[in-house]
């Protein structure tokens, strides 16, 4: 055997070792670049008291939002829009009217159908009690008076046992929903963090699929949840700042596939927050195949500063995300400076990523 044959005997070998290694980090492959072409503050209405955004979607041109630390549990407090096309340095939003009175609190997460005919948003369900926190509402674009509840603690029992494993055979007390992407026929359920409870948990990129289909025109459930997808966050590699959850999923229909933002959070500190972006397409899921990161000009992990949560395709297939830090101060750009400055609690982040495949 000459030395070339030697050395690909070898990287085959050494391949071959590491694809038994079950339990070793995965290297992560090359995927899209990004870069940030703008950003800005999105300000809250009054009577906001606190800006988290968590879950945003283009429906019919308008950009909705939920934010999940409303001043009241109704829906209609936590629902807010924008028109993408004023992004500027600061960007008001106002409350989406009409929606009725639904009781829900701590809205995670909002879809829109591929089609544009339908809205779906999604509380947090990670406590049984009140059945507030367990809502998965729809409304027609277009009519969200004819808002309505699809789901809610029946749901969160199907929920945990597609939750289920050898070591948790009911399935986790605790867990936190916080992404949701709307296809055809299943809406793909993003959780971020499951365990014992919400002091005892562990973090987890975890994707159910829960079918849906239309009656008369209305959107009704088809069946229940299953888990279709699930990364192991110790797993990936070459990331700056762990550990990493889920927080956010969106289908771009354009290019076929999932867009998923992560987050980290380690204490309150302004600096223990930060986060990436990742795409997966249908077939990777299917395959259970693991996400590919999305790198900036340097070829290293896109690293946000802030905590994303939301994300958006635009019209123009630029994608906006937009930030929760919570309580902390993070530095954000004044909108008449341009200079950083700390976080208003009724303000927060958006950055405008442009996207290179």
């Not at 050898?166 to 055809?184: H, N």
């Not at 070459?238 to 204490?267: C, M, N």
Request: proline share 10%; charged share 20%; with cysteine.
């Amino acid at each position: 055997m000459g030395a070339s044959g030697l050395a690909s005997w070898r990287r085959a070998a050494i391949g071959l070792v590491a694809a038994l290694m079950g339990g070793c980090v995965q290297p992560l492959p090359t995927g899209p670049v990004a870069r940030v072409v703008g950003e800005g503050i999105i300000v809250c209405p009054a009577p906001t008291e606190r800006c988290e955004l968590s879950g945003a979607t283009l429906a019919a041109g308008r950009l909705l939002l939920v934010n999940d630390r409303a001043v009241s549990g109704k829906v209609g407090d936590s629902v807010l829009t924008i028109a993408p096309t004023t992004f500027a340095p600061r960007v008001d939003a106002r409350f989406q009217a009409g929606l009725p009175p639904l009781p829900a609190e701590k809205l995670e997460a909002i879809t829109t159908t591929p089609d544009g005919r339908h809205v779906f948003a999604t509380t947090s369900f990670d406590r049984p009690d009140p059945d507030r926190f367990n809502v998965l509402l729809t409304w027609p674009e277009g009519r969200p008076q004819a808002a309505r509840v699809l789901g809610s603690l029946a749901l969160r029992a199907q929920l945990r046992a597609a939750l289920a494993s050898a070591s948790v055979p009911d399935g986790p007390a605790y867990f936190k929903i916080e992404g949701l992407a709307a296809l055809p026929d299943r809406l793909l359920v993003g959780v971020r963090e499951t365990g014992r409870t919400y002091q005892d948990f562990s973090f987890t990129l975890t994707v159910l699929s829960l079918p849906w289909r239309l009656e008369d025109g209305v959107p009704v459930l088809a069946g229940p949840p299953r888990m279709v997808w699930r990364a192991d966050p110790a797993r990936l590699p070459d990331l700056p700042k762990t550990p990493i959850g889920l927080s956010e999923l969106a289908y771009d229909a354009a290019r076929e596939r999932l867009w998923l933002l992560t987050s980290v959070e380690q204490g309150e500190a302004v600096d223990g927050v930060a986060g990436y972006l990742w795409t997966l397409d249908l077939a990777a899921l299917a395959s259970g195949l693991p996400p590919v990161v999305v790198r900036g000009a340097d070829g290293r992990p896109l690293l946000f500063t802030h905590k994303p949560e939301a994300l958006a395709i635009l019209p123009d297939r630029r994608l906006l995300v937009v930030h929760d830090d919570d309580r902390r101060a993070t530095l954000v750009p004044d909108p008449v400076t341009g200079t950083r400055r700390p976080r208003q609690q009724t303000e927060t982040l958006y950055q405008i990523l442009s996207v290179a495949d």
